[in-house]
């Protein structure tokens, strides 16, 4: 059995770090919902745009831009060039969050039948592809603990800009989704060009309203996907950071729960040694006496 100077040493230990899992539990937990706030205050603009360009694929189905899959898909006199955007944390401690969006990613790598360009949201994702030697077209900076809409649109632009000069065929972001409070999920999202969806047939007797597009709708275009892109991406990065600060809590909750049932554990082992000890002390100040006794007789 250890000695008790050891089991006070692990017990204090175990009880610094446990403050420590603790505090993370706690912080994560308020980062966590302001972010929530701030993507339920912006949702109603981006539900907004959503609804317009579907009214606007509804009434102009045969409007032609570049930012549209065509109906009947051409084929590329090259290789597929796809810029990946990789959305990962800039710190650990998070369960499996990081690690499931980089084998998404490892494995979209993998397909030998695309060529792509890595842009990259936060610190493991950079050190996890510098380290397998994978080039990394850009990386973002600063943008994984603290997701504005100012940063979305710059990256919304980098990207914009590349696929607007043909120097990417298609743009797909990596992310992780909350499905609910408990669950997280990494996926793969098409960002452009946007898939035209189906339309049904309009009976002739229901009303039909009146859509002007004014100049043109190719300017209406012009100014409505690049925000919704904007959109999309700053939607994915705080739903990444919600994901990432559930995980941590989970995390953390999980090792705090750990490190009391530690404490308990090594209490019993203490009190147990502690009592071995009194035992042993009251045994040897009997048969001290007792030998004194006998001495006398």
Request: charged fraction near 25%; hydrophobic fraction near 40%.
């Amino acid at each position: 059995m250890a000695g008790l100077r050891e089991i006070q040493n692990r017990i204090k230990s175990i009880q610094d770090t446990r403050k420590i899992t603790n505090a993370m539990y706690m912080i994560s937990s308020t980062k966590m919902r302001k972010a929530k706030q701030d993507l339920e205050n912006t949702e109603p603009y981006f539900y907004t745009l959503q609804s317009m360009m579907a009214r606007l694929l509804r009434h102009l189905p045969d409007v032609s831009h570049m930012y549209f899959e065509k109906e009947e898909k051409e084929e590329l006199d090259h290789q597929k060039k796809v810029g990946l955007l990789v959305i990962t944390g800039d710190k650990g401690l998070a369960g499996a969050y990081n690690y499931n969006v980089l084998k998404l990613a490892q494995e979209f790598l993998d397909d030998q039948d695309q060529w792509a360009e890595l842009f990259v949201v936060g610190e493991l994702g950079r050190q996890y592809f510098t380290g397998q030697h994978v080039p990394i077209q850009e990386n973002f900076q600063f943008t994984a603990q603290n997701p504005t809409f100012s940063r979305a649109r710059w990256i919304a632009e980098t990207l914009l800009e590349k696929f607007q000069s043909g120097e990417l065929d298609e743009i797909q972001v990596i992310f992780t989704r909350m499905e609910n409070s408990m669950t997280s999920v990494a996926e793969v999202r098409k960002m452009l060009p946007m898939d035209r969806p189906l339309m049904p047939k309009i009976p002739m007797d229901v009303y039909h309203e009146e859509f002007l597009a004014i100049p043109d709708a190719q300017t209406v275009v012009d100014s409505i996907v690049p925000n919704y892109i904007s959109g999309f991406i700053y939607s994915a990065l705080v739903e990444s950071f919600c994901s990432e600060q559930n995980a941590r809590m989970q995390a953390m909750e999980s090792a705090t729960n750990n490190a009391d049932e530690l404490l308990h554990d090594l209490s019993i082992m203490y009190n147990r040694a502690r009592q071995a000890a009194i035992t042993q002390e009251i045994t040897e100040v009997c048969s001290g006496a007792r030998a004194q006794k006998n001495k006398k007789q």
